[in-house]
């Protein structure tokens, strides 16, 4: 939760997120990111070995509205 405080504050100019294409078993998640608010400014794709699974690693910033 204290994420979605943060996004909705309006506290936070950029995003750096990592997305994990598996599923793993869990109960905690990033909230959804609302495009209207955000620009993707980057998308890197990796792929892990030892994982076994592909990557992003995601650069979002704020719109100014």
């Not at 209207?36 to 070995?49: A, M, N, Q, R």
Request: with cysteine; hydrophobic share 35%.
């Amino acid at each position: 939760k204290i994420y979605s405080l943060a996004l909705d504050k309006g506290i936070v100019d950029y995003l750096y997120l990592t997305l994990i294409l598996k599923d793993f078993e869990g109960d905690t998640h990033f909230p959804g990111i609302n495009n209207s608010f955000w620009d993707l400014i980057s998308d890197t794709g990796h792929f892990s070995e030892e994982e076994k699974c592909n990557f992003n690693f995601l650069l979002y910033k704020r719109k100014r509205i």
